[in-house]
């Protein structure tokens, strides 16, 4: 498994696999030109995850430019999920987000229904800080999100 900057010629994939996992309601999305524009932001990087030379998945992350040093896993998708590549990527990811860009708290928000991935982050040593009640909307329902968080301190331990 392999970690490498994601590309504008990356995005059919990524949109792929966004679509299919936000129709499951394990991610949100974003439309193709938002992504365009987050691709070009210094304060934002795409990585994808291969396997063997071939896209496997994908993380995004925000707030690469943060004078707090707050670093946010926007999003990450494994294509095919349930095989352990969510938790050795997400690892990697980890690795990146502390060494390579010093930061001090690496932060995310999951939907409170997404049991499997709150305890891929739990064992990987986030923490659960709280929960933001009903505050996504999709359809006509409110769906909450439960904000997790792991220091630099942490991520040594």
Same mark, same amino acid.
């Given at each position: 498994?392999?970690?490498?900057?994601?590309?504008?010629?990356? *995005?059919? !994939? +990524?949109?792929?696999?966004?679509? #299919?996992?936000?129709? *499951?309601?394990? @991610?949100?999305?974003?439309?193709?030109?938002?992504?365009? $524009?987050?691709?070009?932001?210094?304060?934002? *990087?795409? *990585?994808? +995850?291969?396997?063997?030379?071939?896209?496997?998945? &994908?993380?995004?992350?925000?707030?690469?430019?943060?004078?707090?040093?707050?670093?946010?896993?926007? #999003?990450?998708? +494994?294509?095919?999920?349930?095989?352990?590549?969510?938790? $050795?990527?997400?690892?990697?990811?980890?690795?990146? @987000? !502390?060494?390579? !860009?010093?930061?001090? #708290?690496?932060?995310?928000?999951? !939907?409170?229904?997404?049991?499997?991935?709150?305890?891929? &982050?739990?064992?990987?040593?986030? @923490?659960?800080?709280?929960?933001?009640?009903?505050? +996504?909307?999709?359809?006509?329902?409110?769906?909450?999100?439960?904000?997790?968080?792991?220091?630099?301190?942490?991520?040594?331990?």
């Amino acid at each position: 498994m392999t970690l490498r900057r994601g590309l504008a010629t990356d *995005l059919p !994939f +990524i949109l792929q696999q966004e679509h #299919r996992f936000r129709d *499951l309601g394990f @991610v949100g999305g974003d439309d193709a030109r938002t992504h365009e $524009r987050q691709l070009a932001d210094p304060d934002c *990087l795409y *990585l994808l +995850i291969e396997v063997e030379g071939a896209p496997a998945g &994908y993380a995004i992350l925000r707030g690469l430019a943060s004078v707090n040093g707050s670093v946010e896993l926007k #999003r990450i998708v +494994i294509a095919e999920p349930g095989q352990g590549l969510g938790r $050795r990527a997400l690892q990697a990811v980890i690795q990146k @987000v !502390f060494q390579e !860009f010093h930061a001090h #708290r690496f932060w995310l928000d999951v !939907f409170v229904d997404n049991v499997r991935a709150r305890h891929v &982050y739990r064992a990987l040593g986030f @923490v659960e800080e709280g929960t933001l009640r009903e505050c +996504i909307k999709r359809g006509e329902t409110y769906r909450s999100l439960v904000v997790m968080s792991m220091l630099e301190t942490e991520s040594r331990q």
